[in-house]
């Protein structure tokens, strides 16, 4: 009766572990999006803050001293090169060149008479009519009345120099300052003679500086063929405004600092921009894009496919027995969506692109999409074949 029991009880186990093991079932597949990784070619742009600056600044000051008569421009308005824009009283300059006139035609008359006598004893001195005395003071006179007659004509053309000065012209094609006079006032020459100050913004310069830590990594990965430049170093400069607009018009560099600046650690770029519109003023802070160089063989992946976890950041791969495996990379910078990965990943290794809050290590998956494994890219991304 025992032995009954038993055999009753085990066959009574077996059965409960059977219908056990039929209600747990292995777990469906989880569905996720996926990209395979591919190496591919994409453009490194570098995004600093700029400042805008004039290209070129000119402070008008006075040059004569006077009293102030007009002012021709609008205040904080554009003016055109040979544009008058100050006014002084030419009253007294007008007479300074009557005077200097009259000084260089009684000098004339003196020169003309000191001729004619010298030419007169000519041939008395040739006769030994007159004493060589005579001969050589009249000689002398002539000399010292042609002179004479030079230093008229330079008293003459500073007088008429003075009056050009007393109206004073734009030297350039710029934005004018606010005046530091007003009409009436008297002025004059020296450390307080600012009238106003033009400021040529276009072509307008925009500085950025590059930090020395950026510069070497830049030089390693150059060094290791993971970062190309342009042909002869010629960058595309693309300025992005505070409320991201971009500038409708691409800079160049024109100029780097060949020193760092100590203070900072930087160093100072200067690109130049058409800036035909005004839309840029000096002072102003901009977003800076140097554009040009290219990442050749880069791996990207989506911003959403990457994880933070206890141990670092990490990416799900697909094994070829469709489950996930975490696998440590070591990202980069940044393109577009995308993380650049600089270490972790391969050619032809599959990830989860998105759903990732659904898996864990060693989930089984179900690819239902394939997302591309290049970004879409930008009309002058395609143009320059990128």
């Not at 012209?169 to 009436?184: H, I, L, N, Y």
């Not at 290791?224 to 430049?229: I, Q, V």
């Not at 440590?328 to 998105?354: H, R």
């Amino acid at each position: 009766m025992s032995a009954i029991k038993t055999t009753f009880v085990l066959f009574l186990l077996l059965f409960l572990t059977a219908c056990s093991k039929k209600q747990s079932p292995p777990p469906a597949p989880v569905p996720v999006s996926a990209m395979q990784v591919i190496a591919q070619t994409i453009p490194a742009d570098f995004q600093y803050v700029g400042v805008a600056e004039s290209s070129h600044i000119v402070q008008l000051r006075a040059r004569v001293e006077g009293y102030l008569e007009q002012i021709l421009y609008k205040e904080g308005g554009l003016v055109r090169a040979s544009e008058l824009m100050f006014v002084l009283d030419q009253r007294p300059f007008i007479d300074s060149v009557d005077m200097a006139k009259g000084e260089v035609e009684r000098q004339k008359a003196v020169l003309w008479n000191a001729q004619q006598t010298k030419n007169r004893m000519v041939p008395l001195y040739e006769q030994n009519a007159v004493s060589q005395k005579d001969f050589d003071y009249a000689i002398a006179a002539e000399l010292a009345a042609e002179a004479d007659l030079q230093v008229a004509a330079a008293h003459l053309q500073k007088a008429e120099l003075n009056l050009s000065f007393a109206s004073v012209q734009a030297p350039v094609t710029g934005m004018a300052s606010q005046a530091k006079f007003r009409e009436g006032a008297l002025i004059a020459p020296g450390p307080d003679s600012l009238l106003t100050t033009i400021y040529v913004i276009d072509p307008i310069w925009v500085n950025f500086c590059v930090s020395e830590g950026d510069i070497l990594k830049a030089r390693y990965e150059v060094s290791k063929h993971l970062l190309l430049y342009p042909k002869d170093m010629h960058f595309k400069i693309e300025v992005v405004m505070a409320d991201n607009s971009i500038l409708p018009a691409e800079g160049v560099i024109d100029f780097t600092d060949p020193a760092l600046q100590q203070s900072t650690g930087t160093m100072l770029v200067r690109s130049v921009l058409a800036n035909p519109n005004g839309w840029l003023k000096p002072g102003q802070f901009v977003r800076v894009i140097v554009k040009g160089a290219t990442r050749p063989s880069a791996i990207i992946v989506p911003q959403t496919a990457v994880q933070q976890g206890p141990s670092g950041i990490f990416v799900y791969v697909i094994s070829k027995e469709g489950k996930t495996e975490v696998r440590p990379i070591k990202p980069g910078d940044w393109y577009k969506d995308y993380w650049i990965v600089e270490e972790g990943l391969s050619p032809g290794d599959v990830i989860v692109a998105t759903g990732v809050n659904r898996v864990q290590n060693g989930t089984p998956v179900h690819i239902v999409h394939m997302l591309p494994s290049s970004p879409q890219a930008d009309p002058e991304e395609e143009h320059l074949g990128l």
